[in-house]
């Protein structure tokens, strides 16, 4: 729990500027932040597989001068 603290006091930051108790605010902190740490590292990977696709692709070009089907 100690390593979403920091996603719930912005949270409950967040809330409170809107009215709230801050309470609400926390618990959604803690959620988007545990969301985030579980997404970022899919979408890096995404990039890094396209990324070495887009080379590979690029390379072949190159060596046998035309698109690979």
């Not at 988007?32 to 890096?44: M, N, Q, S, T, Y």
């Not at 995404?46 to 698109?67: N, Q, S, T």
């Amino acid at each position: 729990m100690v390593n979403n603290m920091l996603g719930m006091l912005i949270g409950a930051e967040i809330d409170r500027d809107d009215g709230g108790s801050g309470l609400g605010g926390a618990i959604e902190g803690y959620l988007i932040e545990g969301a985030v740490k579980a997404v970022v590292p899919l979408i890096v990977t995404f990039a890094l597989g396209w990324g070495v696709r887009f080379l590979a692709r690029r390379a072949y070009e190159a060596v046998a001068r035309e698109r690979p089907r």
